[in-house]
């Protein structure tokens, strides 16, 4: 982490151990994302709850490049447990973050594919994209992302990915990168 672990217990004083506790599974998460910027741990017991235990209110922050993820998790009577699971929580909203992180990368730089419009059937909502090699690859409105189908015309050029579908290849997430100017005659 970029910045030192902060650790804020407003409503009672926290143990030696328990500090021990939150500084050691802070530090797990950085194996699982070793760009974290910040970490922030505010723990809340009840108003009143003095020796009768928790529930506690466990919140995590956690600061990373582009985003802040967050876990605000509540349990019953015991301190630990709502630690314990506040941080699996975490380490699970982290892998996803990062699975996200992947993923967009490998989508939009490595996977788009350049075409046009080649035939269109607007009632039906589908139509074909011809590549530059000069294979006809079928889309369905729903694989137009905005401004959507209806913008659409033959000769659009578009990019998009491809996949295998029940036919043939098909074409997903498909984005509209030009449309073909329209003549008056």
């Known amino acids: 982490m970029e910045l030192p672990l902060q650790i804020t ?63 605000n998790h ?32 490998k989508a939009h730089e490595e996977a788009l594919l350049q075409g046009h419009i080649s035939k269109l059937f607007p009632h039906e909502g589908y139509g074909f994209v011809e590549t530059p090699d000069g294979r006809e690859i079928y889309f369905h409105r729903n694989s137009v992302l905005e401004p959507g189908f209806d913008h659409v015309e033959i000769g659009t050029e578009v990019r998009f990915a491809e996949e295998a579908g029940d036919a043939g290849p098909q074409a997903s997430t498909v984005h509209i990168v030009k449309t073909r100017k329209k003549t008056t005659a």
């Open 74 to 105: 509540q349990d019953a009577e015991d301190l630990s447990v709502a630690i314990r699971d506040s941080f699996d929580a975490m380490r699970r909203r982290v892998e996803d973050y990062v699975r996200h992180q992947r993923g967009a990368v």
């Open 9 to 71: 217990t407003p409503d009672f004083p926290l143990s030696a151990a328990v500090e021990a506790e939150i500084r050691e599974k802070a530090a797990r998460l950085d194996l699982y994302y070793d760009r974290i910027m910040r970490c922030r741990v505010v723990i809340e017991a009840p108003v009143g709850h003095h020796r009768q235990g928790g529930p506690y209110n466990v919140r995590i922050d956690l600061t990373v490049p582009g985003a802040e993820l967050v876990v």
